[in-house]
């Protein structure tokens, strides 16, 4: 299973419009964050985990030309404005893409792209059926029906609002959150790689700070943890260099191997 870190930023991406700062400015590529994705590619799917405002060039960036399932993590803005550009990936498959989101957040991705869930008349629109798991379940191939692959939404919380990481095998993507319960931490054992909200030093009401989300990572344990959805406040090269062992900042196109166990060990 091959992971990418498509897009590792704040809700404002980074740099921030206006902004003249150190890390708004700095020529390491490491500190242009755009908005928070992720590319999962196992048992020959492909995976895409949330739609921002930067998915159309992040595509074009990771040369991905194929979308099997969407996974929604929450409904704000900087996760999912950017669902219209799946349309390019109908193209050359019209087979519906299955999209996955908590109750709570397809209730607004209804409403957010009527034409497409509600109406879905106008011609050339993107084919997307919704889905609200409860539980793990089974994404299938559009381009191979036989292939498929295991994901179990893992509920966390992001200030007071409830909304899905999701894990696939031995790895585990919680982004925008700052509680985890402790079922959730039960379902993220055995992690070989785990990707973690930590959105600055000093706190805040729906993230994770750093120093949290460094206690959190050592209490699930994964091998390896990067951090995601950074502001303009974390220089990569000195904040990645004062981490701990085995935790490190992700960066936009960052790239891991993970294992994944075939479909039938669950
Ligand atoms: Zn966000
Ligand atoms: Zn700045
Ligand atoms: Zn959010």
Same mark, same amino acid.
């Given at each position: 299973?091959?992971?990418? $870190? #498509?897009?590792?930023?704040?809700?404002?991406?980074?740099p921030i419009i206006g902004c003249?700062?150190?890390?708004?400015?700095?020529?390491?590529?490491?500190?242009?964050?755009?908005?928070?994705?992720?590319?999962?590619?196992? /048992? !020959? $799917?492909?995976?895409?985990?949330?739609?921002?405002?930067?998915? @159309?060039?992040?595509?074009?960036?990771?040369?991905?030309?194929?979308?099997?399932?969407? $996974?929604?993590?929450?409904?704000? +803005?900087?996760? %999912?404005?950017? $669902?219209?550009?799946?349309?390019? +990936? +109908?193209?050359?498959?019209?087979?519906?893409?299955?999209?996955?989101?908590?109750?709570?957040?397809?209730? %607004?991705?209804? *409403?957010?792209?009527? &034409?497409?869930? *509600?109406?879905?008349?106008?011609? !050339?629109?993107?084919?997307?059926?919704?889905?609200?798991?409860?539980?793990?379940?089974?994404?299938?191939? @559009?381009?191979?029906?036989?292939?498929?692959?295991? %994901?179990?939404?893992?509920?966390?919380?992001?200030?007071?609002?409830?909304?899905? !990481? &999701?894990?696939?095998?031995?790895?585990?993507?919680?982004?925008? *959150?700052?509680?985890?319960?402790?079922?959730?931490?039960?379902?993220?054992?055995?992690?070989?790689?785990? %990707?973690?909200?930590?959105? @600055?030093?000093? =706190?805040?009401?729906?993230?994770? *700070?750093?120093?949290?989300?460094?206690?959190?990572?050592?209490?699930?344990?994964? @091998?390896?943890? &990067? +951090?995601?959805?950074?502001?303009?406040?974390?220089?990569?090269?000195?904040?990645?260099?004062? #981490?701990?062992?085995?935790? /490190?900042?992700? &960066?936009? !196109?960052?790239?891991?191997?993970?294992?994944?166990? =075939?479909?039938?060990?669950?």
């Amino acid at each position: 299973m091959k992971v990418t $870190l #498509l897009g590792t930023g704040t809700s404002t991406g980074v740099p921030i419009i206006g902004c003249r700062c150190r890390v708004c400015t700095s020529k390491d590529p490491r500190d242009n964050r755009t908005r928070c994705a992720c590319l999962v590619e196992t /048992n !020959g $799917l492909h995976l895409v985990i949330d739609t921002g405002p930067d998915f @159309r060039r992040q595509a074009l960036q990771a040369q991905f030309k194929k979308v099997d399932a969407v $996974l929604f993590t929450h409904h704000h +803005f900087d996760h %999912v404005v950017g $669902l219209d550009d799946l349309r390019p +990936f +109908f193209f050359d498959n019209r087979s519906p893409i299955p999209c996955y989101a908590r109750p709570n957040t397809a209730a %607004v991705l209804r *409403t957010m792209f009527h &034409y497409i869930f *509600t109406d879905g008349s106008y011609p !050339g629109v993107s084919r997307l059926e919704l889905y609200e798991p409860e539980g793990p379940f089974r994404v299938h191939g @559009r381009y191979t029906p036989e292939a498929a692959v295991d %994901v179990v939404p893992i509920e966390v919380y992001h200030g007071k609002l409830p909304m899905y !990481g &999701y894990r696939i095998g031995r790895f585990a993507y919680l982004t925008d *959150t700052n509680r985890i319960p402790e079922r959730s931490f039960e379902q993220l054992r055995g992690l070989d790689v785990l %990707v973690l909200d930590a959105l @600055r030093h000093e =706190p805040h009401q729906t993230h994770f *700070t750093i120093q949290e989300a460094v206690e959190t990572a050592r209490r699930i344990g994964a @091998r390896q943890t &990067y +951090f995601i959805h950074m502001t303009h406040s974390m220089l990569h090269a000195e904040e990645d260099a004062r #981490l701990p062992a085995g935790i /490190n900042l992700g &960066y936009d !196109g960052l790239s891991f191997h993970v294992s994944n166990p =075939p479909p039938s060990a669950f």
